[in-house]
């Protein structure tokens, strides 16, 4: 804007606006989604299996570890003066081939995998029960007591159950003890159980040599013998009896409760962070102390079924270690219900050979340990074979 010498104002060039120059309204742009990409279809799972190495290493890992466990004890036996080759077939045919041992193998078994399922249930709070031992003695002493006491008097399916009832009742309490004394007084549980075992034991002889003592025993250290009506039928006329079954429903009804349901996940949360779990208002003492009444219930459930279905009478040998060689089993099976089944009969029939051993091949029954060592030892190697892998 300039003034000319009339006082007028004008415009200068420079400030006038033209219709042209006015600036269109901004209208904002219009945004297209951009067209999907295609996800490719994921590769056949058999490709992938197929392709991975780690896969295939693992396997020959297994099979390697497995095989040298087998080579070192046939290396044991040659040591002995015996025959590698002949001893394991000397521990087949004694244990599969021939039915009546096969029926053996399976009896055997059924206190070895109950026994090992406890194990099981505290492991996966991350608790360690060695106390199978003590669980089953327990459980096979209350087994007797109620079987004889109730005698004829009932009928056989009422002293079957109450058996049954009772030392599930038992081991649950024996275990019950190391759990109260790992909630209340943070207790070491291996410790307190491994105590519990010989504790057991001297229950047991205490009473086979004092009040339950038979008198028609020829001074033997037993009890008497269960009536007739109290002892478990026999399946199809065969030497196995209805105790099979009821392990066989328990073992399945562990691997759904483990694996199935809240009470089972709970567990797995507590063995693998307790203070996490603590924090999401899990009650940890308290699944801690179920984990442990669960796995001793199973344990003494063991132990009244071979009093009821196998010994009849509560001696010094009712277990003859079975609780021990259940928690290898348990080991072995990583803590997996159906695996631990599985390695509770491979463990019966390695122990059952020894007796084929003994009489065939001239050896102590009790090399038989050593294999099952062994084989323990095998995923052990495994293991440390794979964290050096990573």
């Known amino acids: 804007m300039t003034h000319d010498a009339m006082g007028a104002t004008t415009e200068s060039p420079s400030s006038i606006i033209l219709p042209e120059q006015v600036a269109a309204p901004t209208v904002p742009p219009v945004h297209s989604d951009p067209a999907p990409t295609p996800t490719p279809a994921p590769a056949p799972a058999i490709a992938v299996i197929a392709k991975d190495p780690i896969h295939w290493g693992r396997i020959g890992l297994v099979t390697a570890a497995y095989l040298g466990s087998l080579i070192a004890f046939g290396v044991v036996v040659a040591t002995k003066g015996a025959d590698p080759f002949s001893v394991y077939h000397t521990m087949v045919k004694s244990t599969i081939l021939n039915g009546g041992s096969l029926q053996q193998t399976v009896l055997r078994a059924i206190p070895i995998a109950l026994a090992a399922l406890a194990v099981t249930i505290p ?18 002493v209350a ?11 009932v009928a056989g399916p009422i002293s079957w159950v109450a058996m049954a009832v009772a030392g599930a009742l038992a081991g649950a309490v024996w275990a019950g003890i190391s759990g109260i004394l790992r909630t209340a007084l943070n207790a070491n549980e291996a410790v307190t159980t491994l105590l519990l075992n010989f504790i057991a034991n001297d229950v047991m002889l205490y009473l086979i040599y004092q009040p339950w003592k038979d008198p028609h025993g020829s001074g033997q250290p037993q009890s008497r013998p269960l009536a007739h009506a109290a002892v478990l039928p026999r399946l199809f006329g065969s030497q196995l009896n209805i105790g ?3 392990a066989a429903v328990v073992a399945v009804g562990t691997w759904y409760a483990l694996q199935r349901t809240g009470w089972g996940f709970a567990l797995r949360v507590v063995g693998g962070n307790r203070e996490a779990a603590r924090r999401a208002g899990l009650r940890v003492n308290r699944l801690l102390l ?23 009478q509560l001696r010094p040998d009712v277990t003859v270690t079975f609780g021990y060689v259940a928690f290898l089993a348990s080991y072995l099976g990583r803590h997996d219900p159906l695996k631990v089944v599985a390695a509770a009969l491979l463990f019966s029939a390695i122990a059952l050979s020894g007796n084929g051993l003994q009489l065939t091949n001239g ?25 050096r892998a990573t």
């Open 123 to 140: 492991a996966r709070a991350g608790l360690v029960n060695v106390g199978g031992e003590g669980q089953l003695i327990m459980g096979a």
């Open 143 to 153: 087994a007797t007591g109620i079987g004889v006491a109730l005698g004829g008097h």
């Open 244 to 246: 099979l079954v009821a």
């Open 290 to 312: 179920s984990s442990m009444l669960a796995g001793g219930a199973l344990a003494g459930l063991g132990g009244a079924l071979n009093l009821a279905g196998v010994e009849t």
């Open 363 to 387: 050896l102590d029954g009790a090399i038989v340990d050593v294999l099952l060592g062994l084989i323990v030892l095998a995923p052990l190697v495994m293991a440390k074979k794979r964290g």
